[in-house]
């Protein structure tokens, strides 16, 4: 029932400059020629939920609004429509945040997978409101491949936590 080939390392806080650093690098990768690609995934979308998974005090909803005006910005897209799809997802990882670390990195792939998937699915409704034309059901093809990314881009981001810090032989921790 639990996974044992789970680590019993205490991990470290996260340090703000690296979150800020890594939705920056989210942000540039967006910002790409390579984002029209279809499998290329939303970076910022990847990015953000991890943190708002992992560190829901540090990354909320106004960086999801922030990071989603400027990718609007960026993209030349309709105001609000990554500002939206961003929120709604912060808010919706932030809400699974307390289940999802319970279960290793495959399962909290499929888990997270259902909003990748809403959040895409906003932004192509709102774009098509606005008077757009539905871009082809290829477009969830990103969505899948961030699913896919979960667990590599966890073990990234969380490889700077894990540093050993001076460990005092006293100590059982």
């Known amino acids: ?35 029209q690609w279809l499998l290329m995934p939303d970076w910022v979308m990847l990015t953000l939920a991890f943190w708002s998974v992992r ?17 609007d910005m ?19 990882a932030t ?19 259902p909003l990748f998937f809403v959040a895409a699915g906003l932004q192509i409704l709102i774009r098509m409101v606005a008077g757009g034309n539905f871009p082809g059901w290829g477009q969830f ?6 699913t896919l990314l979960w667990p590599t881009l966890s073990f990234l981001l969380l490889a700077p936590q894990y540093q050993p810090e001076e460990r005092d032989e006293n100590r059982p921790i």
């Not at 560190?55 to 990718?71: D, H, N, S, Y």
């Not at 809400?95 to 997978?113: E, G």
């Not at 093809?141 to 961030?146: N, V, Y």
Request: aromatic share 10%; proline share 4%; with cysteine.
């Open 141 to 146: 093809l990103a969505p899948f491949i961030a």
């Open 1 to 35: 029932m639990y996974a044992t080939n789970q680590s019993a390392r205490i991990l470290k806080p996260a340090q703000s400059w690296f979150i800020l650093l890594s939705l920056l690098l989210a942000l540039l990768l967006n910002m790409l020629p390579t984002r």
């Open 55 to 71: 560190e829901c005090r540090k990354v909320g909803l106004g960086t999801a609004f922030l990071l989603g005006v400027l990718m």
């Open 74 to 92: 960026a993209d030349g897209a309709a105001l609000g429509q990554h500002a939206l799809a961003y929120v709604l997802l912060c808010y919706a």
């Open 95 to 113: 809400s699974l945040s307390r289940r999802l670390l319970w279960f290793p990195l495959t399962q909290q792939a499929l888990h997270i997978a």
